[in-house]
């Protein structure tokens, strides 16, 4: 266990001494933060308005609906970001040097995996409480203890999840040149998976149906379920019940399979199961690969 940590610990001081790594890490946010300064949110507005009104809360709404598929997104990115790390170690041979002493390669493996989620972890817990800072300081409302509590917990099966995926996605990968393409298609890709750029209820439905299949959509689903809780029932308080449902069907708030909502604890244990398939099959997949 004590190389497991030594080799994470070292893992986690490469990463941030990468400034070229970090900053890619969260180029997929840059771009969503960007799109929704441009016109992203001025369209939502717009939008809401033109429903209900000039209601108060409309920007509320949307800035929870943003941050939570910021939050969502940065799960993926960031862990991504982290096993770079041990794309570099493979390319370099650093790997082979590691093995020459007596160190198991599944402990090498563990320190990957174990660093990859302690980073992505702690950044998306920063993000999440700047997102929170943010939405305050532009005048909406800090979540009630047992929301963030709730987002904390999410928070962790969504970064489970996501470096499970990825795990098995980077263990194909030989070169940092295939690792920058892998990072800029997941990067690209990642915003719509998570109903960022287009809402998911306004997709076609086969595209629809592909994205729940992505674990990272149910949890984007879950958070924007805890941040839009409190600003939806502001705006929407004189509205029609199928106005809300409309509403939560087009912006991602709500899944549905054969008109059947997506229940949370069906997308929490999607998120368990998945993170644990996937997982399963990386370490076997990475312990038994030719040296």
């Known amino acids: 266990m004590n190389i497991i940590l030594i080799f994470a610990k070292r893992n986690i001081k490469m990463f941030f001494r990468d400034k070229a790594s970090v900053f890619f890490s969260f180029l997929a946010i840059f771009i969503i933060i960007g799109l929704y300064a441009l016109f992203l949110g001025d369209m939502q507005v717009k939008n809401l308005k033109a429903t209900v009104g000039d209601v108060k809360g409309i920007r509320f709404l949307v800035d929870t609906w943003i941050m939570a598929g910021i939050i969502a997104v940065n799960t993926v990115t960031i862990t991504l970001g982290a096993f770079g790390i041990m794309v570099q170690d493979e390319s370099k041979k650093i790997m082979k040097d590691f093995l020459v002493a007596p160190i198991k390669r599944s402990s090498l493996v563990a320190s990957y995996v174990l660093s990859s989620w302690v980073i992505g972890f702690v950044i998306t817990i920063i993000a999440f409480f700047a997102g929170e800072a943010y939405i305050v300081l532009s005048g909406g409302e800090l979540l009630p203890f047992m929301s963030i509590v709730k987002v904390l917990v999410i928070i962790a099966l969504c970064v489970f999840s996501s470096s499970s995926i990825v795990f098995l996605l980077v263990s194909f990968i030989k070169s940092d040149s295939a690792f920058s393409t892998l990072s800029t298609l997941i990067g690209t890709l990642i ?72 229940t949370p604890t069906t997308m929490v244990l999607i998120l368990v199961g998945t993170g644990l398939v996937f997982f399963a099959i990386s370490v076997v997949r990475t312990v038994n690969k030719k040296t």
């Open 191 to 262: 915003g719509f998976l998570a109903g960022i750029y287009v809402p998911i209820g306004v997709l076609p439905q086969a595209v629809q149906s592909f994205i729940k299949l992505v674990p990272i959509t149910h949890g984007a689903v879950l958070l924007r379920q805890i941040f839009m809780d409190r600003p939806i029932n502001l705006v929407f308080a004189n509205a029609p019940a199928s106005v809300i449902k409309d509403y939560k069907y087009s912006l991602g708030v709500d899944l549905t399979v054969n008109n059947n909502v997506i």
